[in-house]
């Protein structure tokens, strides 16, 4: 990723609807949201989001 978005990208673990994700951002901006869902089986699902306007929403909730 840091060939495609250069310096400046970051990750970190967040909150998001009681459960932990990670939040990408560059320059402070967020650029996508992941969570898995994990059973003792293993990773059942993993979910991104890179929809500007949802993510949008999620720097409000931060601010």
């Known amino acids: ?3 495609k ?3 400046g990208m970051d990750s970190s ?3 998001v609807n009681g459960r932990p994700a990670v939040l990408v951002t560059l320059h402070g901006t967020p650029v996508a949201l992941a969570a898995i869902d994990a059973t003792t089986a293993g990773i059942e699902r993993l979910m991104v989001v890179a929809n500007p306007e949802k993510l949008a929403g999620l720097v409000d909730e931060r601010r």
């Open 1 to 3: 990723m840091v060939d």
């Open 5 to 7: 978005f250069g310096k």
């Open 13 to 15: 673990v967040v909150e």
